[in-house]
Nanobody, 122 residues
Framework: QVQLVESGGGLVQAGGSLRLACVAS????????MGWYRQAPGKQRELVAG???????NYADSVKGRFTITRDNAKNTVYLQTNSLKPDDTAVYYC????????????????WGQGTQVTVSS
């Protein structure tokens, strides 16, 4: 089994920044891609960004140029630096992991964290 534990969410004003972190533990050899999804009230959960063990990344169009995903394999940790936050970024952000090289609509996460709330005020 794999456990994913997020930290770093909170309340921030529009234009501000937050850094989310997710630490993986357990059977981490089964994980290749790690990333972040988010779910706003009344909306479906959506991919925000993903990063493979080798460092390849992909982002949702809505966050390109504002969010940056990085990974420290030695620490089994993935980070999401969120800048220029907008009220539309308000959501619960979930850390995710899977054995694939990338997350797509077909290649979905195998493991999920509990989520961390990000609230952006206008």
């Amino acid at each position: 089994q794999v456990q994913l534990v997020e930290s770093g969410g909170g309340l921030v004003q529009a234009g501000g920044s937050l850094r989310l972190a997710c630490v993986a533990s357990g059977n981490i050899v089964s994980i290749n891609v790690m990333g972040w999804y988010r779910q706003a009230p009344g909306k479906q959960r959506e991919l925000v960004a993903g990063i493979s063990k080798g460092g390849s990344t992909n982002y949702a169009d809505s966050v390109k140029g504002r969010f940056t995903i990085t990974r420290d394999n030695a620490k089994n940790t993935v980070y999401l630096q969120t800048n220029s936050l907008k009220p539309d970024d308000t959501a619960v952000y979930y850390c995710a992991g899977g054995p694939w090289p990338i997350f797509t609509t077909v290649l979905r996460p195998t493991y999920w964290g509990q989520g961390t709330q990000v609230t952006v005020s206008s």
